[in-house]
C-alpha cells in the first residue's frame, strides 16, 4: 500500500472555486485530491478531473464516507453514488470520515462495509480519519491492520499528537496530516518564519516539510495558484535536524476542529 506523499485538499470549496483550485493544483504537477462526501463538491471535483485531460490512472482520489451512510446497506451504494459524481468506477482511497462514537452504527459494521467496498473494486484502498488510539485499535480488531492504510488527522507544528503518531507507526499505519498549516495560524509563527528566511523558503513550505521530513502525507488547500505552485516546491526543502528539533518545540496542543458529537476523546 502507498499513499502519496502530497496532495491538494477541498474542504470548504465549492462550485467554481473548487473547479478552479483543483484544475490548477493539476496543472502545476499535484496529482492527487482529497475530497469527501459532506464537502459537497464532488461533482465539481469530477468536473475539473473530467477537464483537465490528465489521465484517471495519473491520479489518486480520495473521498471520506459521511456519517450519515455508515450503516451497512448505506455505505456501499453512498460511495457508488460518490463515484458517479466524480465521474469514476474506483477512488484510490476511501476514509471514514469521523469515528463518531454513538451514532447507532457499531464500528466494526462501518468498517467490514469499507472492506467489502474496496473487495468490490469500488477503492483500492480504504482508511480512518480522525481516530484515537482506542477506536484505531477496534479499526484494526475489525479489518485488521493490513488493510488500513492511513489515518487521516489534524497535525501541524502546533498540535503534533506524538502519542497517537507513534502508535500508529508501531501499528505500520500511514499519517496523513491535514490542516498542516493550521488553517494559515504557523505562517505567523516567528521560528517558521526565521526558518523560512535561513533557507529562502515560505513559512508555508516549511510547515510542510516539515510533516514531510516526519515521513507524513500532506494536503494543503488553496485558492490560488502561487500558493497551489509554492506549497508543491516544500518537496524540495530539506530542513535540518536542528530545524525539525526548532518546530518539534512550538507543540501546543493546537487542535483547531473538533466536531461535537463526531470527534473521539482524544489522546
Ligand atoms: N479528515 C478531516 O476531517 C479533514 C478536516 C479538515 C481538512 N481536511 C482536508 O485537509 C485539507 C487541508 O486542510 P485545510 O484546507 O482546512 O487547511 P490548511 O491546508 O491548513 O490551510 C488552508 C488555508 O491556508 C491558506 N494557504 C494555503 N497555502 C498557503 C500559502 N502558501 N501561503 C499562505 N496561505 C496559504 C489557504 O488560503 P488561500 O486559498 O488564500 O491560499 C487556506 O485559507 C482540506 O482541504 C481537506 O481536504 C480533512
Known amino acids: 500500500m502507498s499513499i502519496p506523499s502530497f496532495g491538494v485538499g477541498t474542504f470548504r470549496l465549492q462550485g467554481q472555486v473548487v473547479i478552479d483550485s483543483v484544475r490548477t493544483a493539476l496543472e502545476v504537477g499535484y496529482r492527487a485530491i482529497d475530497t469527501a462526501q459532506i464537502y459537497g463538491n464532488e461533482a465539481d471535483v469530477g468536473q475539473a478531473i473530467g477537464e483537465s485531460g490528465v489521465a484517471r490512472d495519473q491520479l489518486f482520489v480520495t473521498t471520506k464516507i459521511w456519517t450519515a451512510n455508515y450503516a451497512a446497506d448505506k455505505l456501499i451504494p453512498s460511495l457508488k ?19 463518531a462514537p454513538g451514532n447507532g452504527v457499531p464500528l466494526t459494521e462501518y468498517m467490514q462495509a469499507l472492506a467489502e467496498a474496496r473487495a468490490q473494486g469500488l477503492t483500492g484502498q480504504i482508511g480512518i480519519s480522525n481516530f484515537n488510539i482506542a477506536l484505531t485499535r477496534e479499526a484494526i480488531a475489525a479489518v485488521g491492520k493490513e488493510a488500513i492504510a492511513t489515518n487521516q488527522i489534524e497535525l501541524s507544528p502546533y498540535l503534533q499528537s506524538r502519542q497517537l503518531t507513534a502508535f500508529l507507526k508501531e501499528q505500520g499505519i500511514h499519517v496523513t496530516s491535514y490542516m498542516t498549516l493550521a488553517y494559515g495560524k504557523v505562517l505567523k509563527d516567528p521560528v517558521i518564519a526565521d526558518i523560512a528566511r535561513r533557507h529562502g523558503a515560505t513559512p508555508a513550505q516549511v510547515a510542510l516539510a516539515w510533516a514531510l521530513g516526519e515521513g507524513y502525507s500532506v494536503i494543503p488547500s488553496s485558492t490560488k495558484r502561487e500558493n497551489l505552485a509554492g506549497n508543491l516546491l516544500a518537496r524540495d526543502l530539506h530542513l535540518t535536524d536542528e530545524d525539525m528539533a526548532r518546530i518539534a518545540a512550538l507543540e501546543r496542543n493546537g ?3 473538533s466536531p461535537d458529537g463526531l470527534a473521539p476523546a482524544w489522546d
Open 81 to 99: 453514488d460518490s463515484l458517479a459524481k466524480l465521474r469514476t468506477d474506483h477512488v484510490d482511497l476511501t476514509l471514514i470520515h469521523w469515528p
Open 255 to 257: 487542535r483547531e476542529v
